[in-house]
């Protein structure tokens, strides 16, 4: 019976797995280090402020895996020997497989700081981070400040995470303004200020130089390069982003760049070995898309693509129109298309505010054909399908903002402020 080894027990290696025991009888194998269950990782940050346990992250009961015949091993895998088709776990011992699906993840970012490998310094992306700052930071009487280093996603979490416990959170954000790599201007200013009156402490355009040390290796204050300001604290999360986890296959004979290289069907250059998710890079990006998506859907998307060619039906990864959607503290955050944090030359704006400056919409478009390319929205939630279908007709940027109705999940609040915007729209039209 054919044996199908997969390294990762995320979203995307277990997807592959179900979807090969929907197709098939082949002998499947999960390899994980981290847990030995699936569980939602999007989910720990409630875990910790204490919204949930964490078997409620599991969607799956403790049987399932065996009932479907699904074998499951808590092991960190550290050669890949291609040749002979064989895994060396750390332990020593040896598993052959038939085909190989590497489905890794990621791990945070470390930047060579002096004092990075202090007790009290962590990540916040794996189920031992959280148990990591559960010990770190049960409470403020433990610990009196943390300072979180990145201006990303995973950054806001586990700042909202420690204040959630009335830990005092300085952020430190090398950008002029969160998140402007991603987001428009103006969403990222509007989320500069909702930051603000969450009572974190936004640094905003500030450097980590060094984490310093007390008598027992455990970090008391860190160094803020620009200014040598010392901000004493007891905790540092370490957030600025993350890196497909590959390490261990550095001598292997796969193809690597920064992740695991794979073409549209997700092969690498090595017969039988796969590569999905967060670990995976394609040789050119699928249209506007960057080559590594660290993204849970198109994880998924690919678990399901694979498990179609592993079982005899060969067939192209093709994750569709971009969408995505976070939580920024209060403010939900949905984008469909493309909304650059710069228009392109052939593109143009609307942008519409609340005044409440917690909800916005923002379109962006073709300025020639009018063609609709994308929107952004902060505080409104909006319906994918809608969005979707209209990227998929090409619709004009005229029909969207009139049609907005349509899309949004809550027709009170946008029948409230239909009129005001499409006042703003004509308008802006008038002085185009």
């Not at 052959?96 to 890794?104: F, G, Q």
């Not at 310094?121 to 148990?131: I, N, P, T």
């Not at 390319?373 to 940027?397: A, P, Y």
């Amino acid at each position: 019976m054919e044996h199908i080894v997969i390294i990762g027990n995320g979203i995307s290696g277990v997807t592959t797995a179900r979807h090969i025991r929907k197709l098939s009888d082949k002998r499947i194998t999960i390899i994980s280090a981290e847990t030995k269950y699936f569980f939602s990782r999007t989910a720990l940050m409630y875990i910790y402020m204490g919204h949930m346990q964490f078997e409620h992250t599991q969607p799956y009961e403790p049987w399932f895996w065996e009932k479907n015949r699904i074998e499951l091993k808590q092991a960190a895998v550290a050669k890949v020997e291609t040749a002979d088709k064989n895994l060396v776990l750390s332990t020593g011992e040896t598993i052959s497989y038939d085909k190989l699906v590497i489905a890794t993840g990621s791990k945070p970012n470390k930047f060579g700081w002096p004092g990075q490998d202090l007790k009290g310094v962590q990540g916040m992306y794996s189920k031992q981070d959280l148990d990591q700052l559960e010990a770190n930071a049960p409470n403020n009487e433990v610990c009196k400040r943390a300072v979180v280093v990145g201006g990303g996603l995973i950054g806001i979490e586990m700042a909202e995470m420690l204040s959630s416990r009335n830990i005092p959170v300085t952020f430190l954000v090398r950008e002029k303004s969160f998140w402007n790599g991603v987001l428009p201007a103006q969403e990222s200013e509007m989320l500069n200020k909702h930051i603000k009156e969450h009572h974190i402490d936004l640094r905003l355009g500030t450097n980590l130089k060094e984490i310093l040390s007390d008598e027992n290796g455990h970090a008391r204050a860190v160094v803020i390069a620009e200014t040598g300001e010392e901000l004493a604290c007891s905790v540092v999360g370490l957030t600025a982003g993350v890196s497909p986890n590959i390490d261990f296959l550095r001598d292997s004979g796969i193809e690597i760049g920064r992740g695991v290289k794979v073409n549209r069907h997700l092969e690498t250059n090595i017969s039988d070995i796969y590569a999905i998710g967060d670990c995976a890079e394609q040789h050119e990006g699928i249209d506007e898309r960057r080559p590594i998506e660290a993204v849970w859907y198109t994880g998924r998307m690919m678990g399901e693509t694979l498990a179609q060619t592993i079982c005899g039906n060969k067939t192209a990864y093709k994750p569709g129109h971009w969408f995505n959607s976070a939580k920024f503290l209060d403010i939900e955050y949905q984008t469909y298309g493309w909304v650059w944090a710069q228009p392109k030359e052939h593109e143009a704006r609307f942008y519409w505010e609340h005044s409440d400056e917690q909800k916005c919409i923002h379109i962006n478009y073709n300025k020639t054909t009018r063609e609709f390319i994308g929107i952004n929205t902060f505080g409104i939630r909006m319906r994918h399908e809608v969005f979707d279908r209209w990227l998929t007709e090409k619709q004009s940027v005229d029909h969207v903002v009139k049609h907005l109705k349509e899309a949004n999940f809550d027709p009170e609040f946008f029948t409230h402020y239909e009129k005001e915007i499409l006042a703003a729209f004509q308008k802006q039209l008038q002085t185009v």
